[in-house]
Structure formats: structure tokens, C-alpha cells
């Protein structure tokens, strides 16, 4: 069994050599690692980047687009996917790309800035094309040249960096060290913890007490792949991540818990505000599984339905 610590260092390492722009010997720090934990969320991400910038842009939206598909909660491998899109021209791509991202985190900044380059892109594309077809149309040359000196070239490129922020390696995203046995162990008990280092400004109102008791159960039963207790707090108005069917949302969710071999979810600093039949609740939630590790900002909007707190939209990174 490696130690944690290693693959830590190895993250380190292969980091340090991506920024003074040594790519193979990054590359190989990112393949030994993968070799021995290939669901890695971290060294996959850091392999996205080092593809980008040697320009080997299908390799590394291959590597992005795979990890919106198995981490969706995460928001950076959005914003790259986007990146690499735009650097091919393909601006409605990116800006798909774009929206999952802050659908994900609505507070993330970089997004909000690529995604208003993204839009000026296309704002440019409408009016040469509306020169094309009128090159007298004095209107369209006026907002065009605006556009190109608030952008620069709308053109794309090969260099994905070029007009728009790439995200480096997530904090957020973690590795959990490899378990190795000869026999499959049985899984742990789950355990759900609430903690907080600041006594909470809550407890005097017996609604917010119900708010932190829904979270907590909501918690505790995905920690114990309950999916059909997790799905139950979820609100019939429930705001899926993709805009997808309640029915397809769930199945995937299904899958998902059901086939971690562990899952213990914590929820750190939980703060509560209520607002008539809504409460927002804010918690810094520690997510582990044989798969990944991750700490991240999260919040759930709850409405008080035939008197239970169910969710109707969940943010991570906010």
C-alpha cells in the first residue's frame, strides 16, 4: 500500500513542472500516478492541462469532457472543456460548456468572465455576417469594431488560452489514499458528522432546527447509499444540474451512490437563513469515497412542503 503522502507529492511535483513548462517530464509524473489510481480526479484534470498547452486539443477535451461526465459537481473541467472549444471556433460548445459551469457554481468568476467573451464571439460572428450580406449597413460596422476592441481577435486559434482563462487544478478535488487487500473488505459504517469551529447563529428558531435536522438526514442517507431515503428529500419541483428529466436525474444519482463501495459525507460550519416557506443552508461539505476525496463549499434552497424541509436546488463551490 503506497502512502497518501506520495501521491500528494507527485501532485506537487507534476504541478511544478507544468508551470516551468516542462510537459513530458509532467506527463510522466501524471501517467505513473494514473497507472496506479486511474479514476484520479486531480492527476486527470492536470493531464487535461498539460495536453492544452502542447496543443493537443481533441486529447485534452477528451480528458475534460470524461470528467464533467463522472464528477458533474465540479465546475473547473467545464470552464477548460469551454476553453478548448472556443480555441476551435466552436463557440456554441463553449458556451454550453460555460453554463454548466456556473449552473454548477453560480458564483464562479472566471466562468462569468469567459462565458461574456464567449457572447461577444458570437455577437461578432452575427454582424460580419450581416456585413456580408449589407456591407453598407454602417450599424453593424460600428458594432463590430466596438466588439473587436473590447475582445481583440474573434477569430479562435490554436492556443486555448488565447482570449479566454483556463482554471488550473481544483483545490476542491482531492486524492484518498489506495486501499490494497486480498480479500474485498466489508464497507465501513457510514458516519455523518455535523460540525462547527464557530458556534452557528441558529438554534433559537425551531424551523432552522428542522432545516439542520433535513440536511443531516439528507446527509446521513447518502452516506449509507439509502438512495431511495436520499432521493426522498428532494423537493417534485427539485432543479436538476442539467436541466434533465426528475426520472433520468435519479437514475443517474442512483447509479452513482449505489455503485461507490463507500461513501461518508460530513457537513462542516452549517449556517441557516429562512425566509417565509425557504431556507437556504450553507455548509462546507467533505465528501469521500473509494473513487474521490473532495471539500467544497455547498448549499441547498429548501421549501417547507406538508411540513418537511425538501430541497429544490443545490450549488457547490457557493
Known amino acids: 500500500m503506497l502512502p497518501a503522502l506520495t501521491f500528494a507529492d507527485d501532485a506537487s511535483d507534476a ?17 505513473a500516478v494514473l497507472a496506479q489510481r486511474p479514476k484520479d480526479a486531480q492527476m486527470r484534470f492536470m493531464k487535461g492541462l498539460i495536453l492544452a498547452e502542447q496543443n493537443k486539443n481533441a486529447e485534452a477535451i477528451a480528458i475534460f469532457a470524461k470528467l464533467t461526465d463522472d464528477y458533474p459537481e465540479l465546475p473547473e473541467p467545464y470552464n477548460n472543456l469551454a476553453v478548448l472549444y472556443a480555441s476551435n471556433g466552436q463557440y456554441d460548445k463553449a458556451r454550453a460548456a460555460l453554463e454548466m459551469a456556473i449552473r454548477t457554481n453560480p458564483t464562479y468568476g472566471t466562468a462569468h468572465e469567459n462565458l461574456g467573451d464567449i457572447y461577444a464571439k458570437l455577437a461578432s460572428q452575427a454582424y460580419d455576417k450581416a456585413l456580408q450580406l449589407d456591407s453598407g449597413n454602417s450599424g453593424a460596422k460600428l458594432k463590430l469594431t466596438l466588439v473587436k476592441n473590447l475582445v481583440g481577435n474573434t477569430t479562435g486559434g490554436t492556443n486555448p488560452k488565447a482570449g479566454l482563462q483556463v482554471t488550473p487544478v481544483p483545490t476542491t478535488v482531492a486524492t484518498k489514499q489506495p486501499q490494497v487487500a486480498t480479500t474485498k473488505p466489508e464497507p465501513a459504517p457510514a458516519k455523518v458528522e455535523i460540525k462547527s469551529t464557530n458556534k452557528p447563529v441558529i438554534a433559537t428558531n425551531t424551523d432552522q432546527d428542522d432545516v439542520l435536522k433535513a440536511a443531516e438526514n439528507w446527509a446521513k442517507a447518502w452516506s449509507s447509499k439509502d438512495t431511495n431515503g436520499y432521493l426522498a428529500h428532494y423537493a417534485k419541483n427539485f432543479q436538476t444540474p442539467k436541466g434533465e428529466s426528475r426520472k433520468v436525474w435519479a437514475e443517474e444519482r442512483r447509479a452513482r451512490i449505489e455503485g461507490k463501495g463507500h461513501i461518508n459525507v460530513k457537513i462542516e460550519t452549517p449556517k441557516v437563513t429562512i425566509e417565509g416557506h425557504t431556507a437556504i443552508i450553507r455548509f462546507r461539505q467533505i465528501y469521500s469515497s473509494d473513487q474521490l476525496t473532495a471539500n467544497s463549499r455547498k448549499s441547498l434552497e429548501m421549501v417547507k412542503q406538508d411540513g418537511k424541509w425538501l430541497i429544490t436546488l443545490e450549488h457547490t463551490g457557493s
Do not use: N, R
Open 15 to 31: 504541478s511544478k513542472l507544468l508551470k516551468s513548462g516542462q510537459f513530458t517530464e509532467a506527463m510522466q509524473k501524471v501517467d
